[in-house]
Every structure is written in structure tokens, then in C-alpha cells.
């Protein structure tokens, strides 16, 4: 007597489109602004209803995706202008890379008033006042990262009036170069070739107070402007020591809360360890990177010679990390 094998029961096909929202929008917050964007959101109706709640967009991070690296800068802004406008007002940080214009920055600052860190990593497509213009509509402003992108003096300057607050600011330049030395490099070498560069070149050497000036504008503009810094990174500056004792004397909470880690991270020219480490011990809390910077051969010569005051390209420290406490 044969005997019919009993049916295997069917497991119950999920409906993934009943999940409910808060768990679903717990998923989409892990995913991501681009994955939201590009897929997630996209599957049915109900998941592009959750794909559209606000809190998702608080944190908008559009970096280190391959999508950044494949997209045309049309289409990310685009992107961006739909994560900003789904966080309704909430967004408090966004992060991009390589895409960002001036444009855009406008569009964040007509709709991005409760914005708190801003992370603008290889953008080469904006000038820095349509930002200074921006931070200006952003009043809760806490933290501040521009790389790959030469920000002049005045800059800085800028941000202690718009972000007076401000408690974290990274500045990286991959390749440190000195525009304005080239440019000198340049028209003494037409000179040269002209046959008038022997008689002018006296003229053109810089005293050591010069020099020291001109490296230093950045780091004087923060020490100036910016007194409320926590953390602090530059990386392919040309400060000297001078620049290096101005930010920590104007921006005394980078250093002297002992609750906090201060970073500041940036290359030297001429680093006096040695006086350096005697200054630190009331730091307890910092870690200070120092790393040489690439500068012409002829800045050395160039430099006119007043004394002590002179640097010495000679004692430059190379990769060095001072420690305190």
C-alpha cells in the first residue's frame, strides 16, 4: 500500500514592503544618504515614504563611496540638494567629496540653518567666500573640515566673525607648496634671461621678520580669530615655530582642558624639540604631530640674514610626536 508522502509546508512569503517605519528607518540610517538615494528608497512606496523621514537626513554622509568616484558632479549635487531637502531644516551634519560647488553651497545655506559640522573633502569646484557666505546662514557651526583646498589668510579671519563658536576645524593640503615663492622664482628667472636680474636681486631678498610674517599668516589669523578651538589640524602648512607658540597661546582650549584631546597635527619648518617639550607640561592631554614640509632650495638662500632670528632649515625635525603628560 503506497503511501503519499505528506506536503512540505511553504514557508510565509514576507511582505518586505509592511515592515514597520521605525525599524525601517533604523536600516536606511545605517545604509546611508547615497544607498538611500540610489536603491533603498526605491524598491515600493511604502519604502520611499520612509526613505523621505527627516530624522534619516540629521547626518548626510556622501564620502569614500564609489559612487562619488563614478558620478558626474551634476548628478551628486543633485543627490545632495534631495538629502537636504528631506531633512527639512534638521540637518546637523553633511559630509561630501570631490563634488561640491559654489551653488551648492548656497543651496546649504538657504536650507541647512541647524547644520553643526560641515566636511568638504577634495572639493576643488568652490572659492572660499561663497563658504565664508554659508557658514554666515549657520549660526550653530561646531565643526569645520576643508582638504585639498589652498584657504588664504583672510579666510580664517572670516570664520572668527561668522563662527565665533567654533570648536573643531581641519585644514589638510596633500602637497604643501609655496604659491608666492614660485611666482618670485619666476620673475627673477625672466629677469635673469633678460640680462637685469643681478642689479634687482638684492632688492628682492626678504629679511627674516618677512619671511617669518608671510609663513605665519594663516597660523596668526587663527590664533586671532578663532580663541574657542578644541581641536585643531592642519596639515601642509608652512608655519614656523613663531605661528606654532601664537595657536597655542590664542586658543588656550586646545590645549589646557585636561578633559579633552587636543590634535594638532601640522608640518614645521625649523622644530626646536627640545623647547618645545619644556612648554608642554602644562598640556596635559595634547598630541602634537609634526612632519617636514617640501619647500624650493632656494629659500634657503633667499632669506636675508638678521641674527638669531634667521631660521635653520638644518634642524628641521622629521616625523616626530611630542606627548604631554
Not at 521605525?22 to 545604509?31: A, G, V
Not at 536650507?111 to 549660526?139: E, G, T
Request: charged share 25%.
Amino acid at each position: 500500500m503506497d503511501v503519499d508522502p505528506s506536503p512540505l509546508l511553504e514557508s510565509p512569503v514576507r511582505d518586505w514592503s509592511e515592515l514597520p517605519l521605525d525599524p525601517l528607518s533604523l536600516i536606511f540610517m545605517k545604509l546611508g544618504a547615497i544607498e538611500v538615494l540610489m536603491g533603498a528608497g526605491l524598491v515600493c512606496r511604502s519604502w520611499l515614504a520612509a526613505a523621505k523621514a527627516p530624522e534619516i537626513w540629521r547626518f548626510v554622509d556622501m564620502t569614500r563611496h564609489k559612487l562619488v568616484f563614478s558620478k558626474g558632479t551634476g548628478t551628486l549635487c543633485a543627490m545632495a540638494k534631495v538629502a537636504i531637502d528631506r531633512s527639512d531644516g534638521r540637518i546637523e551634519s553633511f559630509w561630501a567629496q570631490q563634488f561640491v560647488t559654489d551653488e551648492l553651497l548656497e543651496y546649504i545655506g538657504n536650507r541647512a540653518n541647524s547644520l553643526k559640522s560641515i566636511r568638504l573633502v577634495a572639493c576643488a569646484y568652490f572659492w572660499h567666500m561663497p563658504l565664508v557666505k554659508m557658514l554666515d546662514k549657520c549660526p550653530l557651526l561646531e565643526e569645520i573640515e576643508c582638504s585639498y583646498q589652498i584657504m588664504p589668510e583672510e579666510f580664517f579671519r572670516y570664520l572668527g566673525i561668522v563662527c565665533p563658536q567654533l570648536k573643531r576645524l581641519r585644514i589638510h593640503i596633500e602637497e604643501w607648496y609655496d604659491s608666492d615663492e614660485i611666482r618670485r622664482e619666476m620673475e627673477m628667472e625672466c629677469r635673469r634671461q633678460n640680462g637685469d636680474g643681478d642689479e634687482d636681486e638684492e632688492s628682492e631678498e626678504e629679511t627674516a621678520e618677512a619671511w617669518e610674517a608671510r609663513k605665519n599668516e594663516v597660523a596668526f589669523a587663527i590664533a586671532e580669530s578663532l580663541p574657542e578651538l578644541r581641536l585643531l589640524q592642519m596639515a601642509g602648512n608652512s608655519l614656523t615655530n613663531k605661528g606654532f607658540y601664537a595657536i597655542l597661546e590664542g586658543c588656550p582650549n586646545s590645549n589646557a582642558l585636561t578633559s579633552l584631546t587636543a590634535l594638532i597635527s601640522m608640518s614645521m619648518m625649523n622644530c626646536e624639540l627640545d623647547a618645545l617639550t619644556s612648554n608642554m607640561s602644562c598640556y596635559t592631554n595634547s598630541r602634537i604631530r609634526f612632519a617636514a614640509p617640501t619647500f624650493m632650495s632656494s629659500e634657503r638662500k633667499r632669506v636675508k640674514t638678521t641674527g638669531s632670528l634667521c631660521p635653520t632649515f638644518q634642524k628641521t625635525k622629521i616625523c616626530c610626536t611630542l606627548r604631554g603628560g
